[in-house]
């Protein structure tokens, strides 16, 4: 009787841990869950990569063909012709045109404190489980005599 109780301990454990980290392990649903969602999140980030590479793209070809765009530029860095009068305003600034340069995303995840957890648990299961069946069969066993 023992043996059968310690052999279902044992199976109740490796079946409770074997979910554990079907569900939450480090390869398990929440961490493909979240994969997916990190895969996502950079893919989204190579679209506005790609947007942002097109714009200056488009930009050089503008800067390239068109002299007023260059002389637009030349402005805005404080470049000026030497027959041009300037006006400074005093406690004004203007609006400078800054590119957009993307975004970094990180893959932050500490995946070894949620899978000792999960290992720590699947180790002391078997022994709970097998301590409590001693104790309720050991209780009806006391009934019964």
Known sequence: MRVMRLIVALY????????????????????????VNYR????????DLEQINQQLLNDID????NPEIVTLQARE????????????????????NIHKVGRL???????????????????????LFYLFSHLVLKGNADKHR
């Open 62 to 65: 503008a800067l390239g063909s």
């Open 77 to 96: 860095l404080g470049f000026f012709k030497d027959d041009e009068q300037v006006i400074r305003i005093e406690n004004y600034s203007a609006g400078r």
């Open 40 to 47: 996502n999140s950079l893919e989204a980030n190579m679209k």
């Open 12 to 35: 109740a454990g490796f079946l409770f841990g074997g979910s554990m980290l079907f569900f939450w392990g480090h390869s398990g649903i929440y961490s493909y869950n979240k994969l």
């Open 105 to 127: 995303i990180y893959k932050a995840e500490s995946k070894a404190t949620r899978d000792i957890l999960v290992k720590i648990s699947a180790l002391f299961l078997p022994l």
